[in-house]
């Protein structure tokens, strides 16, 4: 199973770009796929999540700024950023739930800067 993330880059505070995940090689469906993301010095987070039937949850931080949204069809996931702040510089990973493993994406880095 390969994840393989596209976006990212750097950002201006305020912009609103979107992260892609496609998710391939699996034999079977998808159970959760997710974005985390690690900053540096801190311990990889939890951003956002969306399960087979659409249903999502978020950190706290992102709550209200990001969205998850899911592509069954084509095994993909997008994260769509909104209103970034400095503090979502990070690396952020792709992740899926495939029966009981999980898989990663490589990361892609995001850095907000003005």
């Known amino acids: 199973v390969q994840l393989q993330a596209s976006g990212g880059g750097l950002v201006q505070p305020g912009q609103s770009p979107r992260l892609s995940c496609a998710v391939s090689?699996?034999?079977?469906?998808?159970?959760?796929t997710g974005w985390y993301r690690q900053a540096p010095g801190k311990l990889r987070e939890l951003v956002a999540t969306?399960?087979?039937?659409?249903?999502?949850a978020y950190a706290d931080s992102v709550k209200g700024r990001f969205a998850v949204s899911r592509d069954n069809a084509n095994n993909t996931v997008v994260l769509h950023m909104n209103s970034l702040k400095p503090e979502d510089t990070a690396v952020y990973y792709c992740?899926?739930?495939?029966?009981?493993?999980?898989?990663w994406g490589q990361g892609t880095q995001v850095t907000v800067s003005s």
């Open positions: 090689g699996s034999r079977f469906s998808i159970n959760v």
């Open positions: 969306v399960t087979s039937i659409g249903e999502t």
């Open positions: 992740n899926a739930a495939i029966l009981s493993l999980y898989y």
